[in-house]
Structure formats: structure tokens, C-alpha cells
């Protein structure tokens, strides 16, 4: 078996393996659902729609949104800052494979498991619970899917090159936090930009973060027509390969900047 | 005297544990930077959130803007003094797992105050600035009465407020005595607590308000008392001043907590680490 084939397939069995974590995360994906949910509710109380967005659909918006973050396991900061505090880099540096692929695989398969175990039903529950959520028709969600392998691909990108920081700064501390937390808040994750002022929405129209959210879900609830929705995916990809680039050039530069603190 | 010398002693151990503390937090100066621009970042995104919702709704089940900052605020103020004293309550369980604890009962102090003493955030005390202006805001905008009942009132609100999270904290902590992995279980403490103090219970359904004001009652962190500051009538009617509940809630939570602990450190066994 590939080596990054085998390395996925391990993270997906060690995904499966701890039962208690899938339970807890499953209840807090519901505390988050059940509060996004209710708030759009009671904001729109008896309006149909704001901003051009039906409250069906904001519903909608928010429940997936929970099942994103759910879903986007992203753990390559965490590892290279891990790797570089014990001095285990050194070791890794010396395996024939490329590391960076070896954190990718890892990450997808940590993906795909809680794709099984966390996000798919959880789907399941919100579409129980809540009878606002729907599903779109086929065109629409193959488009979401696509949609969200490229925000993953840009949420990945942008996480390792801050992962990478690490071998200049040699602690990172909170960087990965106040990242997560800027792309919490610019991504439309939690309240789409759609409501707010237009001048706003140009501007993050030119930032990387709402095409990680906003783009997959505006595209899911039927906000994004199908045209604008393929001109939104090659921004996606735009911002991919960008971001691709820099990472690439910097590991470049990483490799020889290693600095073992005994371990 | 006797007293006297056991209250010096503890003084002292308490000024030594600062002082290392802050030397170790200026070690990184990196860190601390960073810390001071995740909250304010955080508080003011979750205000400005707010805005943007009410802009385009007018209210939130009849709460204006102000009134929801003003809402949040309280909560953020009892989150403040958390931060800065009890964070470490959030590794409770990493500390069991790695026989931190351990160690402390060994050591002639009572095991609350080290574990209050041992890790003072003093960074925390930046928080409290955002926390404090936002709650400022509100006031003037809700138009709050600063006579001395009211304000013995928020301190009293402040103060169980606190209490309530640290019993939380401290009761998610014990239950990772039998689970042995404690993250997911703090993260989701983290998140209820954030979602049930960000927007009013109201907004929730009849059996979601029921679990937050009998069953865990974090409704009482911010919700309640500010119902009554601004002259509100929602979620359940609870009588003689709803402000006074809050400590009350908080002490008997507290004491269920620390008895919940006691149990849990008896019946503890070590994980081998």
C-alpha cells in the first residue's frame, strides 16, 4: 500500500477507535445546531426574508455551517508546532517521504472519519430535528462538494503555512487561535455576509476567508445562482494554488532553518 | 496569632507563585502578544455580530442592541475573573492524568488555594478591559440606575457568575477522573457556556430554557439577572428578585462541585503517568 494511503487509513481507524469523543463531539455539534438554529429563528420571527435570504435558507446556512467546522479537521499546525517543541522533526526529516504529504494524509483521513462517525449523522439529526433544512437538487450538491474540497484545500494551505511559522518563531503558541479565530469571524461562518454593509462585502470579496464558508453554503442553499457559483469556484482555486505556492516556497526554506532544541 | 502567621504564609507563597508566573509569561513575549488580541478580537466580533443581526431585524425576541450587550457584558465580566484566576480549571483533568494533583495534596497548603495560586493569568487581567468598556456602553445606553443597591447587585451577579463557571469547570473536570480524556469534554462545556450567555434563553424552546435554568443553570450567569435590571419578563418567573439567585445558585453549585471532586479524587485511579 502508498505510504500516504496506509498513514489515512490509520487516522480514519484511530478516528473510529475513541467512542467517547465521537459521542461528545456529536452533542456539541447539537449545542451549536440547536443555538444557531434558534437564533436565526427568533431574528426572523414572522419576516420571510432579509436580505435576500429566506429564513428556510438561514436556517439551512447555519446548521451546515456547524457540519463544516465539523468537518474541517485540520491538525498540521498543531503537529509541525508539536514536532518542532520535542525535536521529533529531526527524525521525520530523515523518512524518503515528503512530510508535508505525510501531515495531508493524516488530515484527510482524520476527515474522512469524522465525515462516518461525526458529520453524516449529525446531517441525519438536523434534517430530523429541524424541518427548515433541506436539500438542494443534484447539480447544486454536486457543486457544494466540489466547493468544499477546495475550501478545505484552502483552509489547509493557510493552517500549514502557519504551521511552518513555527520554525522561526520555534513556539506558536496562540498564532494557530487568533488565525482560527479571524477565519471564524471573515469567513461568514457564522453570520454570511450578506447582511452586512455593501462596502464590507467588497472588500472581503478580495479576502480568501469568505470562500471558505460562505462560497460551498451560498452555493448549497440556492443563494448563489449556478453561474456565479462557477465563477466562484475558480476564485477558489485561485486562492488555492496562491496559497500553494507560498507554502511550497517556504518549506523550501523551512528544511534548512530546522533548529533542534534537544527534544 | 497563630492566624496571623498562617495568613502571612500563605500571603507569601502566593506573592512567590505570582512572581513566577509573570516571569514565566514574559518568557514569551510572543504569546503574550498574541493573547492580547484574541479576546478583545473574540468580544468585539460577537458584539459586532450582534449589531449586524439587529440592524437587519431590529431585535432579538423584543431585546434591543444595547440590552444584549448589556446581557453579554455581565456575562463577560464574570468570564474576566475566571480567566484571570481559575483558567487552569480547563487542564483539571490533564493535571489528574499527569499526577500534578497528586503532588499538590502532598504538600502542607490546602490543595485550593495552590491550585488557585500556582498559575495567575496575569495576561487575563487585559481581558477584563474589553469586558469592562462593553459593560460601561450598555449601561449608559439602557440607561442604568448606579445607585448602591444596584451595584451591590452586579457585584453580587459578578461574583455568582463565577462561582457557577468554576463549578462547571470543576464538575466536567471530575468526570475525566473515569474518563480519562478530558479536551472534547472542555471544549463543549466551553461552547454551552458561550451560546447560553451570548443571546437571550428566549430565543430557545420551552425544554432548552427548562435544561438552563433548573438543570444547569447557566441562564442565572447573565440571563436572569439581566432580565430583572431591565425590567423583563421572559424565560421562567422565578420569584423574590431573580439577582439574589445567582449567588445563592452559585454557592450551592459550588458546593456540589467541590463535594462531586472529593468523591472523585477518592475513588481516583491513577492512570500509571
Redesign the interface.
Known amino acids: 500500500m502508498h505510504p500516504y494511503g496506509y498513514i489515512s487509513k490509520m487516522k480514519i481507524i484511530s478516528v473510529l477507535t475513541?467512542r467517547?469523543?465521537v459521542l461528545?463531539?456529536f452533542?456539541?455539534n447539537a449545542?451549536?445546531m440547536?443555538?444557531m438554529a434558534?437564533?436565526w429563528?427568533?431574528?426572523?420571527?414572522a419576516?420571510e426574508t432579509?436580505?435576500g435570504v429566506s429564513s428556510r435558507q438561514m436556517i439551512t446556512y447555519a446548521v451546515l455551517s456547524v457540519l463544516l467546522s465539523a468537518f474541517f479537521q485540520i491538525n498540521v499546525e498543531n503537529n509541525i508546532n508539536h514536532k518542532i517543541q520535542e525535536g521529533l522533526i529531526a527524525v521525520e526529516l530523515c523518512k524518503p517521504v515528503n512530510l508535508l504529504m505525510c501531515y495531508l494524509a493524516e488530515d484527510i483521513g482524520n476527515v474522512i472519519g469524522s465525515l462516518l462517525v461525526k458529520a453524516i449523522p449529525s446531517y441525519l439529526f438536523a434534517l430530523l430535528l429541524f424541518r427548515e433544512v433541506f436539500t438542494p437538487d443534484l447539480t447544486r450538491i454536486i457543486l457544494f462538494v466540489v466547493s468544499c474540497i477546495l475550501s478545505y484545500g484552502i483552509l489547509w494551505t493557510l493552517s500549514a503555512i502557519t504551521g511552518l511559522s513555527v520554525f522561526w518563531?520555534i513556539?506558536l503558541?496562540?498564532?494557530g487561535?487568533?488565525k482560527d479565530?479571524?477565519v471564524?469571524?471573515l469567513s461568514g461562518s457564522?453570520?454570511p455576509f450578506w447582511?452586512?454593509p455593501s462596502y464590507i462585502q467588497k472588500v472581503s470579496g478580495w479576502l480568501p476567508f469568505q470562500y471558505t464558508y460562505q462560497t460551498p453554503l451560498g452555493i448549497y442553499i440556492g443563494q448563489t445562482a449556478i453561474k456565479q457559483a462557477f465563477r466562484d469556484l475558480a476564485v477558489q482555486a485561485v486562492w488555492m494554488l496562491i496559497f500553494s505556492a507560498v507554502l511550497y516556497k517556504l518549506w523550501e526554506k523551512a528544511k534548512n532553518k530546522v533548529v533542534i532544541q534537544g527534544g | 496569632m497563630r492566624a496571623l502567621a498562617l495568613i502571612r504564609h500563605y500571603c507569601s507563597v502566593a506573592i512567590c507563585c505570582a512572581r513566577l508566573t509573570i516571569q514565566e509569561q514574559l518568557e514569551y513575549p510572543f504569546l503574550a502578544i498574541c493573547w492580547f488580541f484574541i479576546i478583545p478580537i473574540e468580544y468585539l466580533t460577537s458584539v459586532g455580530l450582534l449589531k449586524v443581526i439587529i440592524n437587519t431585524f431590529n431585535n432579538l425576541e423584543g431585546w434591543s442592541f444595547p440590552q444584549l450587550t448589556f446581557a453579554y457584558s455581565l456575562a463577560l465580566l464574570s468570564r474576566g475573573v475566571v480567566d484571570v484566576f481559575f483558567i487552569q480549571l480547563l487542564y483539571l483533568g490533564d493535571m489528574v492524568l499527569y499526577g500534578e494533583l497528586d503532588r499538590m495534596m502532598l504538600r502542607p497548603l490546602s490543595v485550593f488555594f495552590q491550585f488557585t495560586a500556582q498559575n495567575i493569568n496575569f495576561i487575563g487581567l487585559v481581558n477584563m478591559i474589553p469586558a469592562i468598556v462593553i459593560f460601561l456602553y450598555s449601561c449608559k445606553e439602557v440607561s442604568f440606575l448606579w445607585t448602591a443597591a444596584n451595584i451591590a447587585k452586579i457585584i453580587l451577579t459578578v461574583i455568582g457568575g463565577v462561582l457557577i463557571r468554576i463549578s462547571f469547570f470543576m464538575i466536567i473536570g471530575t468526570v475525566c477522573f473515569w474518563t480519562k480524556s478530558n479536551n472534547q469534554g472542555v471544549e463543549l462545556g466551553i461552547k454551552l457556556l458561550e451560546r447560553s450567555t451570548m443571546y437571550p434563553l428566549s430565543i430557545y424552546p420551552f425544554f432548552i430554557q427548562f435544561i438552563l435554568t433548573f438543570i444547569l443553570p447557566l441562564g442565572f450567569i447573565c440571563f436572569y439577572p439581566s432580565c430583572e435590571f431591565l425590567n423583563k419578563n421572559d424565560g421562567f418567573v422565578i420569584p423574590l428578585g431573580l439577582s439574589i439567585w445567582t449567588p445563592a445558585i452559585g454557592v450551592l453549585l459550588f458546593y456540589i462541585a467541590q463535594r462531586f471532586l472529593k468523591y472523585g479524587l477518592k475513588h481516583y485511579e491513577s492512570t500509571g503517568s
Do not use: P, Q
Open positions: 475513541y467517547l469523543d461528545i463531539s452533542v456539541s449545542v451549536m440547536f443555538a434558534f437564533l429563528k427568533s431574528a426572523y420571527g419576516a432579509a436580505a518563531f513556539n503558541g496562540h498564532l487561535t487568533v479565530g479571524i471564524r469571524i457564522l453570520v447582511f452586512f
